[in-house]
């Protein structure tokens, strides 16, 4: 049987950020209507079909945006949760389902999930406050991470030694152990309301030590076929556990005994998809609709190799923002440009990202150092 | 030096149909706002910064909508030309620049173009009406061509024999001997306003008898290499011959002598490009707003082999949309669905486009035929 969503299908994404600009690019063409809510002046506010300004944690706006929508998604984990399973119960499809988001936003029930479920992770505590911490000073070094609204490389911190309990967060976190990797992997995978799943080659991070966030992006990682194949497998055992219908991001590491670690998982189209666009058949954008909305979903094969390199705000520069190098990165052959429509900028601050392909992984990555060298978003 | 286009800049676009969709799909990656006039339900309507609600036919709707927009630029040619003429004196960016399409939108103008630039076209006789048609009777058959407004198929009518005059076109129009031909062939080429020309590689294209409309079209051409390196030199010709700024679309006739005829050209992105988008390194829209922006020019390099089935409004149905087939396509690897938006359908009408890509052109062949038949636009 075939069906389709009728000219009068609107979905509702919770969140107007970049991620959710990209995903009405690839709804366009399949003529889904998608509206947003979030603050004035997101990224989706010229993109959307319709943008309601608003906010996203607060359950009665949450509510209402939703009551013209046939189906309510997220591009932030940071929502009224308590709106989500109020419109679930009334029979509103919600995907990612509001119990994914409520598991995994709190990064302590998270790695409680993983070691219910048997998913390997580091050891870690969960402390309510900073007092709590010098009862682990033994076993340091941790990474602390608040269990709540961290992102972006905010809110986590390094604990090297009992000085930097200091400078700690007093707050409900994870201790984590601190893991001795060799590379920190992501694997992308989908699942849609039949429980089919599909998931995408791993792909290799490289972060920017000064700002925790990813800088550049390898496709495919450099791993071995095992490692692959049993890194595809944690991130199917985990969406299938989860019960979850959409895109999940698993971040693992690869420690230097050969192991797989998880590290995150975010219900969402992730950073680390970014490369997908080009180099893969299926965007994780497309792939997410297609997920939530039960239909086939679509090959995940590489097309051509790539790196992705996240455009962060320089250092020293806030305000309007300015780019430069834009002429000159755009004359190479297979470099694609992705603004999110940010109109001021400030260090660190993602402003957009830039996909690189070429025949091999090691031209792209050379290419790839230009464009980073090349191209500033200052202001 | 680089520069950027600046927060404020804004493209006007006259014209709301797919093909300023898929421009505008393109632009959010560059973070260009893009607005459009055209009647009400247009396909840019939901897509577009800001869509107006106009006549684009109309000079004094045009030159309103043109005041607050610092680049103008069309994605269909039939628009108020003594608007862009007068825009263009006082010094606004109008490209293609009003001279070319006013040469183009006449088809009568444009063969003497091609007379006047020795670009090989076939022989023609200029009518004004039906009763000189008889004047030819010696050398029929033609095919008879509206002078302006024909498109999609309309506004062409076949003379094979005398009886045929009876319901011919009675307004100017170009009677074009009919061309024995082996491949209906077309090539995309680009050039920006330093005088940078880009030129893709070849397609062949396969017409709906019924309609006289694109049906299939395979990337690449089946052709000699020779073949090939002629039909992109014309291309480059009759750009640089018309100092035109943009995307240009040059159809060709290749006759079972091998020789090439320029059939029609076209000055905004074309049907016949629409493969760009998965198939080649840079899609035609893009490269049309590198072009119009003074930006270096996309690599057109082929990534994969594909074919582009045009969705057309099956016959018998008229009214609100229904697709059938949908989830039977999107199962299959490498086909991308491209929906314009349009909520009624009637026989022949261009819902949509879908590509399909595969490791041989052979295989695509195949994969096209059973998306032909499978996806329909019903009522």
Redesign the interface.
């Known amino acids: 049987m075939?069906?389709?969503y009728?000219?009068n299908f609107r979905i509702g994404v919770l969140g107007g950020g970049q991620l959710g600009?990209m995903i009405?690019?690839d709804a366009?063409?399949?003529?889904i209507?998608v509206d947003c809510i979030d603050v004035d002046c997101s990224p989706c506010q010229?993109?959307a079909?319709q943008f309601v300004v608003g906010n996203i944690r607060n359950k009665e706006e949450v509510l209402a945006f939703a009551t013209q929508r046939d189906l309510i998604t997220v591009e932030i984990e940071n929502v009224s949760i308590e709106a989500l399973e109020n419109l679930e119960s009334t029979g509103k499809k919600v995907f990612p389902q509001p119990a994914v988001l409520k598991l995994i936003r709190d990064k302590g029930t998270q790695k409680q999930f993983f070691v219910e479920h048997n998913i390997p992770t580091s050891p870690f505590y969960l402390v309510d406050n900073k007092a709590q911490i010098n009862a682990y000073l033994a076993e340091f070094p941790f990474m602390q991470k608040l269990r709540v609204g961290g992102y972006d490389g905010k809110g986590v911190y390094p604990l090297r030694n009992e000085a930097a309990i200091q400078k700690s967060f007093d707050a409900p976190s994870v201790l984590e152990k601190m893991v001795d990797f060799l590379k920190e992997i992501s694997v992308i995978v989908a699942r849609n309301e039949r429980g089919e799943t599909s998931v995408y080659p791993t792909v290799e991070c490289a972060f920017n030590p000064d700002a925790n966030l990813v800088e550049f992006l390898f496709s495919p990682a450099q791993i071995s076929a095992t490692v692959e194949e049993e890194a595809k497998k944690i991130a199917i055992q985990i969406i299938s556990a989860l019960n979850m219908v959409g895109i999940l991001a698993v971040e693992m590491f690869l420690t230097k005994d050969h192991q797989l670690l998880v590290n995150e998982i975010a219900p969402r189209p992730h950073n680390s998809g970014h490369h997908t666009i080009e180099c893969n058949?299926t965007s994780q954008f497309e792939q997410h609709l297609?997920a939530i909305l039960n239909?086939?979903l679509?090959?995940t094969?590489i097309?051509?190799p790539g790196v992705m390199v996240n455009i962060l705000g320089e250092q020293n520069y806030e305000g309007?923002?300015?780019?430069?190098?834009?002429?000159?990165i755009?004359?190479m052959?297979?470099v694609?440009?992705?603004?999110?429509?940010k109109?001021t900028t400030k260090p660190f601050r993602k402003m957009?990202h830039v996909t690189i392909?070429a025949d091999t992984l090691e031209e792209a990555k050379n290419k790839a150092i230009f464009v980073k060298n090349t191209l500033k978003a200052k202001a």
Chains 1, 2 share one sequence.
């Open positions: 075939s069906r389709w009728g000219n600009r009405i690019q366009v063409s399949y003529d209507a010229n993109v079909h058949k297609r239909m086939p679509g090959s094969d097309v051509r309007d923002v300015i780019y430069e190098g834009l002429d000159e755009l004359a052959p297979g694609y440009l992705h603004l999110y429509g109109k957009g392909t």
